[in-house]
């Protein structure tokens, strides 16, 4: 029956649990009103409330703890009530009676609870009835002799159901309610005071106000209480003080740095002055007004900068004849330089005083010749990405990993989103680490300790010493785990020493090789399958397993060449696109370069055909060379150094370095600069 109950409870509070509270409600608003629900005893109302503040901030402990507190009360306020319910429906009156009074005790107006409780004393006999009546009596002195303030009244307004006219009891129900009431004031105070602090905490401090002067209306009798909200009190308004001078000073603020966006420094720096009329002491506005002097200085900065222009104009002429007719890559890189820089010049030049015809009409002469260098470089490029791709792909076939490895990363260097390069260059540095493993190449700093070990294993392998001679191949292994030589001689000396071991050993090689076989690495399982072939000879199948290592092409070359001549008559009507994916198949067929007799012409083919679709697209050139705060910065330093501030011009110049330490106009002119800084010294 109490499972029951309990799951009925269960079932009422989820249906009646109100949605999230919306509006203005906060957590502490929702969290206080559950405070005042639990107080008052309306215990499912305190769980709904706590409920709505664990919606908004699930790590609200007292909203955790408060709520399970109040759903107990509630659960066996609500429990007596069913037990009183069940009691009665089966008209056992005098056993629903004391689970009524429970009820009333825990909620004094539980309507139900009243109701079903005066049914039943209604169907008691007049004996019976003068016996509840002593009883509940006796019940209620002792609740209030113990304190229990709230279930005594509930007692004695139950004991007036069956007396009503017990005077008694009225006399004491009276005094009830106003100590009730008293308590009642006392945690209403505590409630204001409390939301007050938490609005304060949260930086509200208008809501805060409000608050303390509700608790303070409630005229609170404790001295120490009245002292915290006088306090409060006083401290809210002063921060409401300070939030008004914050705003105003935030206005202030945003209407001097929307002058000040605007060049208008005179209002700019009025507002920043109406800051510190406020605040004396207000950083940001003195900030502000240093950046306004500053901002004047660097208009006047600007206008002075426009006597070098001339200069520079100058300057851009000699830099765009030096950039004409250049031929390897190396020069056109440095013309492209020339060109760049002279267009910065130049365009400097037209900034600072428009009335220069000549710079603007050499800016427009410069643009046309760094987007004709420009072009002339990407062809030079493509040249040398398609010769390093052919000679590193030569060097592939022939297992020079070495070179190739050169080859496809001078590819990347230009190119760093070459596929093709980037494939065989991981496929190249894969072998080349197969073969660093198995020999130790000379410039390897191991080479020395390897050769001497190899001399001892070897020396003592022809003496017949075998352990000595595993000692030391075990020694080179140690060090180089695929060492090839150490492996052959170490199952040279199992077979003069253990030939079950061998047998067992050689067995365990032929099935590595046949695992490599299965993964494609054809070259690591070729060399398994021929230390074999050297050791034992007549080993069955060896041969097979070795021919198996170097399989014909999966595809008939005929099919490979019908593709690339598919490739080649595309190209030729201008349908590039098609044109690569074509030769993309015929690499893809067979990727070994040394089966494959178009995998090169293919690659070739592929670059020359990106090379025309990126000649049909918008392609972005940079025009200035470098940064446009370094090159600010410099022509700066070259107004100070004219007007012989050679101290401020170094430390302008000094700046450009550090944004582009290769700005060797800045360095020159900063050993200029020093130079007659010690003349003057001197």
């Known amino acids: 029956m109490k499972n029951n109950i309990f799951l009925l409870i269960l079932i009422l509070l989820s249906i009646a649990a109100p949605p999230l509270i919306a509006g203005a409600e906060t957590e502490e608003s929702l969290y206080i009103q559950g405070l005042h629900s639990y107080i008052t005893r309306d215990f499912k109302s305190a769980v709904d409330e706590w409920r709505a503040t664990l919606e908004l901030n699930p790590n609200h402990e007292k909203a955790r703890d408060g709520m399970e507190k109040a759903y107990k009360k509630y659960n066996i306020m609500e429990t007596h009530y069913y037990r009183g319910l069940s009691y009665f429906k089966k008209t056992e009156y005098t056993n629903a009676i004391p689970e009524f009074k429970h009820t009333l005790m825990i909620n004094p107006r539980h309507e139900k609870a009243l109701f079903y409780l005066n049914l039943c004393y209604q169907m008691l006999e007049q004996d019976d009835m003068l016996d509840e009546a002593e009883r509940t009596q006796s019940m209620a002195e002792q609740l209030f002799a113990d304190g229990e303030l709230r279930k005594a009244q509930a007692l004695y307004q139950v004991l007036l159901m069956l007396e009503p006219d017990n005077m008694e009891a009225k006399l004491r129900l009276a005094e009830l309610d106003e100590l009730i009431n008293e308590e009642n004031r006392k945690n209403e105070i505590a409630l204001h005071v409390s939301r007050a602090q938490q609005y304060e905490e949260a930086g509200k401090y208008k809501e805060a106000l409000q608050a303390y002067s509700a608790a303070q209306q409630l005229q609170p009798d404790n001295q ?158 493509r040249e040398l990405v398609e010769q390093y791709l052919k000679t590193g792909i030569e060097y592939y076939k022939v297992e020079d990993w070495r070179n190739a490895i050169s080859q496809f990363e001078k590819v990347l260097e230009i190119d760093p989103e070459n596929t093709i390069a980037i494939e065989f260059l991981n496929l190249a540095r894969r072998e080349q680490l197969y073969f660093d493993n198995e020999r130790v190449s000379e410039d390897s700093p191991y080479y020395e300790i390897v050769a001497e070990l190899l001399r001892n294993g070897k020396q003592a392998f022809s003496k017949q ?182 101290k401020q011009a170094i430390a302008l110049w000094e700046k450009v370095l550090r944004i582009d330490p290769n700005h060797a106009d800045a360095r020159r002119n900063i050993n200029r600069a020093r130079a007659r800084l010690e003349q003057i010294n001197n």
């Open 224 to 381: 120490e209480t009245q002292r915290v909200i006088n306090n409060g009190i006083q401290r809210t308004r002063s921060k409401l003080e300070e939030q008004k001078k914050e705003a105003k000073i935030a206005e202030l603020i945003t209407q001097g740095d929307t002058a000040f966006s605007v060049d208008d420094l005179n209002t700019a720096k009025n507002r920043y002055t109406e800051v510190l009329g406020i605040d004396p002491e207000n950083k940001p506005a003195q900030q502000r007004l240093h950046n306004v002097n500053k901002r004047r200085q660097e208009l006047e900065e600007q206008k002075l900068l426009a006597a070098d222009a001339q200069q520079q104009f100058e300057f851009g002429k000699i830099k765009y004849n030096e950039g004409d007719e250049k031929q390897t890559a190396a020069e056109l890189k440095n013309a492209l330089k020339s060109f760049q820089t002279a267009y910065d010049r130049f365009e400097t030049a037209s900034n600072l005083n428009p009335t220069l015809t000549n710079a603007i009409t050499y800016l427009s002469y410069t643009r046309d010749r760094i987007d004709f260098v420009a072009t002339a470089l990407e062809k030079k490029n």
């Open 465 to 646: 010493q075998y352990e000595v001679s595993e000692y030391f191949f075990n020694q080179i292994l140690a060090l180089f785990p695929r060492h090839g030589l150490s492996q052959e001689y170490l199952l040279r000396i199992l077979y003069k020493t253990d030939k079950n071991e061998f047998d067992a050993t050689v067995t365990r090689t032929l099935e590595d090789g046949k695992e490599l076989l299965s993964q494609k690495k054809y070259k690591p399982a070729l060399r398994k399958f021929q230390l074999i072939k050297k050791l034992a000879p007549d080993y069955p199948d060896i041969d097979t397993w070795i021919s198996r290592c170097n399989p014909p092409s999966p595809i008939d070359p005929a099919m490979i060449e019908s593709k690339y001549n598919e490739g080649v008559a595309l190209y030729n009507t201008g349908n590039y696109p098609q044109a690569i994916s074509a030769w993309q198949t015929v690499i893809a067929m067979d990727k070994n370069p040394s089966r494959n007799r178009r995998f090169s012409d293919a690659v070739i083919y592929i670059q020359r055909a990106r090379a025309r679709l990126s000649g049909t697209s918008s392609k972005t050139v940079s025009y200035g060379s470098g940064n446009a705060e370094s090159r600010s910065l410099y022509y700066k330093g070259v107004s100070e150094y004219n007007r012989g501030n050679y």
